[in-house]
């Protein structure tokens, strides 16, 4: 039982606040992805939960057991830095045996499991090289895995494949997923991938300037922002927003007119780009970039003074300075409040 | 940044007692000294003696009115500072060659500057002496420090050697595409965080060349350093003005220290990414 | 530039201010008076010397230091003031050439001095002015007896007089030789009753430099040194000390006075100047104050002043007691011996080591020393001197 | 870079020049004289000379006996007093400040507060004295006393000269970051493990250069063993000293320093060698 | 004129050989991705252009003049360090002004660029700050400021920004595009994204163990990949690789006919996953894994003991375990010699 229970945890540098009461609890044997803008505090958390950080006010536990007031090695974790920290004065082999010699793990043993853990990151032709011989990625598949070889409780990830090639990446990201599941580790891993968290979470978890503001399945994420930050936070190219004019269940946007739930308050329609067609009616407005995206073309257009992109197929007829009309897709279409940018449930699916 | 927090609870009294214990075994010595320097000079060959000194001023007086005082502290000083200059001004470059380049005859310098701090400098003092006469070097303050900077020169070798090793290639690298030459890198980015170890440097140099005395006994004859002034004499002096001597000659050193001491901690972690 | 007067004596801190304040104050002339210790002292005089120029106007030293640079000495002879020095003194100025080279300055000796507390303790029949060397063991195996600890000192440490202990008092008295009979069947003797006395020696006494500390400190109760290094003791507590002379052994009381010179180096950039100063040095008035100020009495016949130092006045029976004791054997300073003076020394000290606190063989040691001996006598050249029989050539070791 | 083959010796070039001048050429002379005879033939004479003296022996043993003592507890109490200065939060200036004092003390003025603790009617007498623990003043520091007086002398001399290395260890320990130590806390290094594993190597430079120069100085060490042991406990450069001036045999001086200077190249290379660099491959 | 030429240029590190006989010349201000898998060479080539690391053999040049035995500061560029080497010592505001402190730009001028440069890079905040204050993405964003306010006329940069969240990214590369096209930078671009390669670059170069191996436009290395590495490399899932059967100007492959190009040697067909759809008939196979990818599905079929990806829209009707035939659409197969793995021309349009 490895699950992580985060109270009301705050931390504070000096005058700058970097995590506001963050309440957060992670399953035994979850993959949390943990998601958020540059600068808001996930390496910060990170580093709560591993003790190498003091809260400034708060509770954490692992387990079932308060670990605030225990060093790092009581934790029963492992982490992957940011910058790696691969250790300069140990080869690679020694780098990935330091935890493992910590745990006086059996010299056959150790071998084993060293070569293991770097034949699957790839790095087992350079066991003997020392860091500084090693590229960028490399450095870094080799601080995953050091990480991996304890086969630790729970295993903190901080950007562990920011550096690799999109291939190796897959390729990292599938096996990691393999064997974190077979292990049972519960793991929190931050990614600026979109693709990665979609694809590797159980749950993610959306941090906004020292908050968690969504903590959910990747679907759920993607499919009902529980705001607009997350929204326009998840999803490449993100989630477009157009001011609204509500008139009873409809609103009105550009001059398109959608079922819209009921109340006060302004409303924002949110949609994704990849959620329109284009069509005779729907959001009428002026082409101005296309930008070519490999499969698809990424399409900019102003929709009423307001930016819209949309993500539509290479064969799509559309020209930059040319006028077109995009249609949402039923169901896709998101409501937020325009004053708070929470999500406004929409047709029985609650964010 | 804060480390664990385990120790809040734990281990911050053996740290504590620790850092009592090594703190009174450095400044007990001291305080005894001091005690026997303002005790007279009956109570300091007393039996048996007085843990807390009966502050009279006897013995110190005396240095305060010994002719010549004032001007051995200043060439000291004078030398003292020129001598931390030389060296590091010396030493810095060189260390900067050792820690930085792999190259032809490295480990013949290093065998010089091993052997410059090994061989007994008293012995050398005679020949340099009848240079010095020879060439007008005598007796003057930068004669002095130029032979005392031959016992720090090789600290500073090797210190910041030492040091710079430490300092990651690629900051300097990083201020060369941003158009530094080598030498405006070095002053800009390695100098800065090398601080630390430059002070280690300076201090040594200050210190060898204010605590060294036969040398500046030989080398100096009306412009003595303070050391030379009163250290020659003073393990021949009666035991109330050895102490007070000790003492005045401990001072000014002290007072160095306590102004360097902030430069002795690196300010930055350095971290690499 | 003023005068520089380069001293290796009155080297404490308060005897050279006291030269400066009180001395050389009176000459009218601008001095700058630098004293320093023997080995930089020496190291500077002789960089003076080789590199042909330098600094210093006047040397003030001991004879045995004058004996190690003589050739770099300007013949003084002649100089005014010289006419009232003892004859014995100005031909130790010669330094076994046929001329003068330096002015004797001041004069000390050693002597013995106690703590009071000691007195009670005298044996019986000892007479505090003619002491024997068993009369000494016996009294301070009594204080040690009487006090738990060994209260006899002597200056055997790194910086303190100890060959002259030997060489000026010990071989003296007991062999009535210091070179000849080094290794004599009075010598072995000697030794052998040297080391019994030794065990009643306060056994910190391989440390100490000036007994005038230890005296002072009460560590030590009776001890043996050179006047100026005993004088502090007396000058603080006058109370509690006595001066009294050096014990006698079988050969008689062995009794070596030291002096100091004045010198003016070849290299000096104002003899002439030097010369005005030897000569005010050797007025009734400067050595007078040269007295107060340093403890070392003047070369010059002279009445103690009134206002002198408690030492002076203490010392002063006690080293007249000495000089005219019945069975004084006056010995020399080593002459002749030139750079081989240290080594001399440590041939003396050498011996003793080996004996007395590391416990070797008498003979053996005796013989090995005696061969080093005679090497460096042989090496200098150097004739015997009081107490020995004058020599023709290098003075023999038997 | 076209510079970069003479850069090095540029930046030698000043400080070569300068121990030309002031050391080399000075010590050529003195080396010279080492190996010349009384009578001016080249050889081993003068080593005969000083060899045959009965303190040539005691003065070599007895050097490295101090230093073998002196210098492993020096080291490790610097680094224990360098890892607690760097651990604490709040004036960890001032701690290190006093821990540096010593360093301001020469080497004769700490042999003479040592001497005043130690002796006769020292301080240490009269603490145990006023602790009713003895009755009057004990004689510590005996020539019949050899263990006391090394005892004495490497107390003295592991106050004062510490802080060399505990200064020297500070800087250099700055210089690690701190990532590498939070890496090994995460992977289970207690205090002593992170100590050993990371801070250890990593301040290998530093150490190096630490323990090169505290061995070279501990070779060299003389005015408190003189204070403290007296003729007691001869010492190689005490014994310089003494042929040097006292003797006036400047050629046994000469000798004797050229065993010093051996000894402590000998002991450099094997640092050196110990503590050499093993992270760095072969690169261009 | 900063055009950049380099003639077999070559590194070794004792026995290893990072770049082999690299031939390269990147146009005045052109903006050239390099892209390569993990340890493929990018930095290291970086450097050797930059002046950092000394040749092993070759030539480099740029603006026409010979600059391998220039220093650095004399080449005329700056650098974005893959690891940011940001001084320690210095706030972000120095450590930005640094470069035009070594130009001796006037303290006025500086200030202006400096807070130019950091708002582009949304670090304005930071001004005060220092390298151990800031998160890891800002330390990333402060290294490219550096290099931005120099105005240099090459910059190179190593993965600028690896450590960004996608929305940022999205930002800064729009911002970066637009700035260096302004003030008309020769660019190289080491990155992992492949969006960002695309949407960024004039021309991508791909790197394969410390090769070149093609130098093209965007477009021409997705459709037309040089050789398998390319195909396999580029394009996230990359190309599918199957086995075909050569009988004259067809080629069968897993039972399904194709036009092929004539000539001897076995063949493979290489075929993007976006580039399929589901039909009656195609390449059949069993569905093994279907993953969502947000906007699409990720498909993954066992054709003929093959591993095909396909990405298919979220309504297309795939269940794990059921059979499935996937027709590529036209002109998108492209065909590669076996043995070789070069590309075989097909259809006029050269690889
Ligand atoms: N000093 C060195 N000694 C030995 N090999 C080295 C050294 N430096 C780099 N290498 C090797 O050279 C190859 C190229 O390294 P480089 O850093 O250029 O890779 P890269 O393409 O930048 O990779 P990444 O994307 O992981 O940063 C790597 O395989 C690396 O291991
Ligand atoms: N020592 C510090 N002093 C002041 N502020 C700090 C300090 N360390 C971090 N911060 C600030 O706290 C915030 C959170 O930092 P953190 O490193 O957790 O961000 P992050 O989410 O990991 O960002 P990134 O994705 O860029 O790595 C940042 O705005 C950072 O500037
Ligand atoms: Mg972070
Ligand atoms: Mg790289």
Redesign the pocket.
């Known amino acids: 039982m490895a699950d992580i229970v985060i109270k009301s945890v705050a931390k504070r540098f000096g005058s700058h606040t970097a995590l506001h009461d963050i309440d957060l609890t992670i399953k035994d044997q979850e993959f949390m992805v943990l998601l958020g803008a540059s600068g808001c505090g996930k390496t910060t958390l990170l580093r709560i939960i591993a003790g190498l950080e003091t809260l400034s006010s708060g509770e954490v536990s692992i387990g079932g057991r308060r670990v605030d007031h225990l060093p790092p090695r009581e934790r029963g974790i492992a982490m992957v830095f940011q910058n790696y920290a691969v250790f300069p004065h140990m080869t690679v082999f020694e780098n990935i045996a330091f935890g493992l010699r910590m745990k006086k793990v059996s010299e056959a043993d150790i071998k084993d499991k060293v070569t293991r853990a770097a034949t699957l990151m790839h790095i087992d032709p350079?066991l003997e090289?020392y860091s500084?011989?090693?590229?960028?990625?490399?450095r870094q598949r080799v601080a995953v895995a050091r990480a991996l070889a304890v086969e630790p409780s729970v295993l903190l990830m901080d950007e562990p494949l920011s550096?690799l090639?999109a291939l190796l990446r897959l390729e990292m990201r599938a096996e990691l997923k393999g064997i974190l599941a077979e292990s049972k580790t519960t793991t929190i891993y931050v990614t600026h991938d979109q693709v990665e968290a979609m694809s590797l979470a159980d749950r993610i978890s959306v941090m906004n300037g020292g908050r968690i503001v969504q903590a959910a399945p990747a679907t759920t994420v993607y499919a009902n922002p529980a705001d607009r930050f997350v929204g326009g936070f998840i999803g490449n190219p993100p989630m477009n927003f157009l001011p609204a004019k509500r008139s009873g269940n409809e609103a009105e946007v550009a001059g398109y007119r959608l079922a819209a739930p009921a109340g006060g308050g302004s409303l924002e329609l949110g949609i994704r780009p990849e959620d329109m067609d284009i069509a005779e009616d729907g959001l009428h407005g002026k082409v101005r970039v296309v930008e070519p995206l490999g499969p698809h073309k990424l399409v900019s257009v102003d929709v009423d003074g307001h930016l819209l992109r949309a993500v539509l197929p290479n064969e799509a007829d559309v020209k930059s300075g040319a006028a077109v009309a995009l249609a949402p897709r039923p169901g896709t279409v998101r409501w937020f409040e325009a004053e708070s940018g929470k999500a406004v449930a929409t047709s029985g699916v609650a964010a | 940044m804060s480390t664990v927090t385990s120790s809040a609870g734990f281990g911050r009294w053996p740290l504590r007692i620790a850092t009592g214990v090594l703190i009174l075994w450095v400044l007990l010595p001291i305080y005894l000294l001091v005690v026997n320097t303002l005790d007279s000079p009956a109570e300091v060959t007393a039996w048996p003696k007085s843990f807390f000194p009966s502050f009279d001023l006897e013995s110190l007086s005396f240095f305060a009115g010994y002719a010549g005082v004032a001007q051995a502290l200043v060439n000291s000083v004078l030398v003292a500072v020129l001598t931390m200059l030389l060296s590091i001004g010396l030493g810095a470059p060189a260390g900067y060659a050792l820690a930085r380049f792999r190259f032809k005859g490295q480990g013949a310098f290093r065998l010089l500057v091993i052997m410059t701090r090994a061989f007994p400098l008293p012995l050398l003092a005679l020949p340099l002496a009848v240079y010095y006469i020879r060439f007008g070097l005598d007796d003057s303050a930068l004669g002095l420090a130029l032979v005392h900077t031959t016992l720090a020169l090789p600290f500073a070798v090797l210190i910041t050697a030492s040091l710079f090793e430490g300092i990651p290639l690629e900051l300097e690298e990083a201020a060369w595409t941003l158009g530094c030459t080598r030498l405006q890198a070095f002053r800009k980015i390695v100098l800065p965080l090398a601080v630390p170890g430059i002070a280690a440097s300076g201090v040594f140099a200050f210190v060898t060349s204010w605590n060294e005395v036969f040398a500046a006994s030989v080398l100096t004859v009306r412009n003595q350093t303070l050391t030379a002034f009163l250290l020659t004499s003073i393990d021949v002096s009666p035991l109330p003005l050895k102490f007070a001597g000790a003492f005045v000659l401990v001072l000014p050193a002290l007072i160095f220290l306590f102004l360097v001491r902030k430069y002795l901690f690196s300010l930055w972690g350095i971290s690499n990414r | 530039d003023d005068l520089l007067f380069f001293s290796s004596q009155a080297a404490p801190v308060e005897e050279a201010q006291a030269v400066r304040d009180d001395v050389l104050a009176g000459s009218g002339l601008s001095v700058s008076f630098k004293s320093q210790d023997g080995a930089p002292f020496m190291t500077r005089v002789q960089a003076e010397l080789e590199a042909g120029s330098g600094a210093i106007g006047l040397l003030g030293a001991l004879h045995g230091q004058f004996a190690s640079f003589a050739d770099g000495l300007t013949p003084i002879s002649g100089t005014a003031g010289t006419d009232t020095i003892s004859p014995a003194f100005m031909d130790l100025s010669k330094l076994g050439m046929g001329e003068a080279h330096y002015v004797p300055w001041m004069q000390a000796t050693y002597l013995m001095a106690a703590n009071k507390k000691a007195l009670q303790y005298l044996p019986e029949g000892a007479d505090l002015n003619a002491l024997t060397y068993d009369q000494l063991a016996a009294w301070a195996k009594a204080v040690n007896e009487a006090t738990g600890s060994k209260k006899l000192g002597f200056p055997a440490g790194p910086k303190g007089l100890m060959h002259r202990f030997f060489e000026g008092y010990l071989y003296p008295s007991y062999t009535n030789s210091v070179v000849t009979k080094f290794r004599s069947k009075e010598a072995e003797d000697m030794w052998a009753s040297f080391k019994t006395l030794w065990e009643q020696v306060n056994p910190a006494a391989t440390s100490y430099a000036f007994m005038q500390e230890p005296l002072l400190t009460g560590d030590v109760w009776i001890a043996w040194d050179h006047a100026a290094r005993l004088k502090q003791a007396f000058n603080e507590k006058p109370d509690d000390f006595v001066a009294f002379p050096v014990p006698a052994g079988p050969a008689g009381r062995g009794n070596m006075p030291v002096v100091a010179g004045l010198a003016i180096p070849k290299t000096s950039p104002d003899p002439e100047t030097a010369k005005k100063l030897i000569a005010y040095l050797l007025t009734p008035e400067a050595q007078a104050a040269t007295l107060k100020a340093t403890g070392f009495f003047p070369v010059v016949d002279l009445t103690l002043p009134d206002d002198a130092q408690a030492s002076a006045k203490a010392f002063q029976p006690a080293i007249a007691a000495q000089a005219k004791a019945a069975d004084g054997v006056n010995t020399l300073l080593p002459t002749g011996l030139g750079e081989a003076n240290g080594k001399f020394n440590k041939v003396y000290t050498d011996t003793f080591q080996r004996i007395v606190l590391a416990g070797q063989p008498i003979p053996d040691v005796l013989n090995q020393q005696a061969q080093a001996l005679a090497a460096i006598m042989k090496q200098s050249g150097a004739p015997c001197w009081a107490p020995d029989a004058a020599s023709e050539g290098a003075c023999p070791v038997e | 870079m076209n510079n970069v083959r003479t850069l090095p010796y540029l930046l030698l070039l000043p400080a070569t020049a300068f121990l030309l001048v002031f050391f080399l050429l000075p010590f050529f002379g003195v080396a010279v004289e080492a190996f010349t005879g009384p009578g001016g033939e080249l050889g081993f004479a003068n080593f005969q000379s000083i060899a045959f003296d009965w303190k040539f022996w005691p003065a070599i043993t007895n050097t490295l006996t101090l230093t073998a003592l002196v210098v492993p507890i020096q080291l490790a109490l610097a680094l224990a007093m360098a890892s607690l200065v760097m651990s604490l939060k709040a004036g960890r200036d001032v701690v290190l400040y006093i821990f540096t004092i010593p360093l301001g003390i020469s080497d004769l003025a700490a042999g003479i507060v040592w001497l005043a603790i130690l002796e006769q009617n020292g301080f240490l007498n009269g603490f145990l004295h006023a602790l009713g623990l003895i009755d009057g003043p004990q004689n510590l520091l005996t020539y019949n006393n050899l263990p006391a007086l090394f005892v004495a002398v490497v107390a003295a001399e592991i106050w004062r000269a510490t802080a060399i290395i505990l200064v020297i260890l500070v800087a250099g320990m700055g210089l690690i970051p701190k990532e590498y130590h939070e890496a090994a806390e995460v992977f289970g290094a207690g205090r002593w493990t992170r100590f050993r594993k990371i801070t250890l190597p990593l301040l290998r430079p530093s150490l190096q250069t630490a323990l090169i120069l505290r061995v070279i100085l501990s070779f060299e060490v003389f005015a408190v063993v003189a204070v403290l042991a007296g003729s007691n406990l001869p010492v190689l450069m005490g014994e310089t000293f003494e042929w040097q001036f006292n003797l006036q045999d400047s050629k046994g001086a000469a000798a004797y320093a050229m065993i010093v200077l051996g000894l402590s190249i000998a002991f450099t290379v094997a640092i050196l060698w110990l503590l050499r660099d093993r992270t760095k491959?072969e690169?261009a």
Chains 1, 5 share one sequence.
Not at chain 1, 132 to 138: D, E, F, I, M, V
Request: proline share 0%; no cysteine; charged share 15%.
């Open positions: 350079y090289r500084a011989q090693l590229s960028g990625g490399q550096n090639d | 491959g690169t």
